[in-house]
């Protein structure tokens, strides 16, 4: 049995094997992807299988560890962060220590809509720049999602539109990208990762299942010029150290 609720972007999927102790396989993929496999839930199951153990097997796993890190014996409950307008199916199956399909595919299809604009409002303070990092501090009106990501200013400089912008960043950074950099509610740190003596646009702005919810706020910040080695100059302290038997 599969149980699917859905809160604005976030689906929330129980799978309820009828007889626990078995090895079963469960995954979900959008519509889109289920029409390049035919149409048919069995193909694309199959399909999704191939694809995974071709993906692990490039990464020098074995069989027996594909179905290891991939198969669940009790009911299991996980939570996804969904695309915007975008339907998707759940699917399970019992499977065997082969990765072989041992029955037939149990499904479940969800949607997420279109996700509204947000009112979330930024103040955002840079400051302590080096050549590495940089000190963030973020201020919102609300609680809503949002991203905070940094790029090479150059990529995007003859870009004044926000959507453009945004596009950008979806089609070279990609989703999975953002992901890593979604925050909620006020927010200061460091933010690492940057090259030295390098201009970077620093992005701020609502991001949601894949939509850009409210304008882009931007700060351009060069990180410092690296030092020259010789000029590095280091102190060594030697302390006496006891004998020791």
């Known amino acids: 049995?599969?149980?699917?609720?859905?809160?604005?972007?976030?689906?929330?999927?129980?799978?309820?094997?009828s007889h626990e102790g078995v090895a079963y396989y469960n995954n979900l993929i959008t519509r889109e992807d289920f029409e390049l496999y035919g149409g048919d839930i069995e193909k694309a199951a199959d399909a999704v299988v191939a694809k995974?153990?071709?993906?692990?097997?490039?990464?020098?796993?074995?069989?027996?560890?594909?179905?290891?890190?991939?198969?669940?014996?009790?009911?299991?409950?996980?939570?996804?962060?969904?695309m915007a307008n975008t339907e998707y199916v759940a699917f399970a199956f019992k499977w065997n220590e082969k990765c072989e399909r041992l029955s037939e595919v149990s499904y479940e299809w969800f949607s997420v809509g279109a996700i509204p604009p947000s009112n979330n409002q930024?103040?955002?303070?840079?400051?302590?720049?080096?050549?590495?990092?940089?000190?963030?501090?973020?201020?919102?009106?609300?609680d809503d999602p949002?991203?905070?990501?940094?790029?090479?200013?150059?990529?995007?400089?003859?870009?004044?539109?926000?959507?453009?912008?945004?596009?950008?960043?979806?089609?070279?950074?990609?989703?999975?990208?953002?992901?890593?950099?979604?925050f909620n509610g006020d927010v200061e740190g460091?933010?690492?990762?940057?090259?030295?003596?390098?201009?970077y646009a620093v992005l701020l702005?609502?991001?949601?299942?894949?939509?850009?919810?409210?304008?882009?706020?931007r700060q351009d910040i060069t990180t410092l010029k690296a030092g020259s080695i010789d000029a590095c100059q280091y102190d060594i302290v030697v302390s006496e150290i006891d004998d020791r038997e």
Do not use: C, H
């Open 52 to 82: 995974v153990i071709d993906d692990y097997i490039a990464w020098d796993y074995t069989l027996a560890e594909v179905f290891e890190y991939n198969t669940e014996y009790v009911a299991t409950n996980y939570q996804f962060e969904a």
């Open 190 to 199: 460091e933010f690492s990762g940057m090259e030295a003596g390098t201009e």
């Open 1 to 17: 049995d599969i149980d699917i609720n859905v809160n604005r972007a976030i689906a929330d999927i129980t799978i309820t094997p």
């Open 205 to 217: 702005f609502g991001y949601e299942a894949g939509v850009l919810t409210t304008k882009i706020t």
């Open 146 to 182: 949002y991203a905070l990501i940094a790029i090479p200013a150059s990529e995007i400089a003859k870009m004044r539109d926000d959507n453009k912008i945004f596009n950008y960043i979806l089609e070279e950074y990609g989703t999975s990208f953002l992901y890593n950099y979604i």
């Open 122 to 142: 930024f103040e955002m303070t840079i400051s302590d720049v080096t050549q590495s990092t940089f000190y963030v501090d973020i201020k919102t009106t609300n």
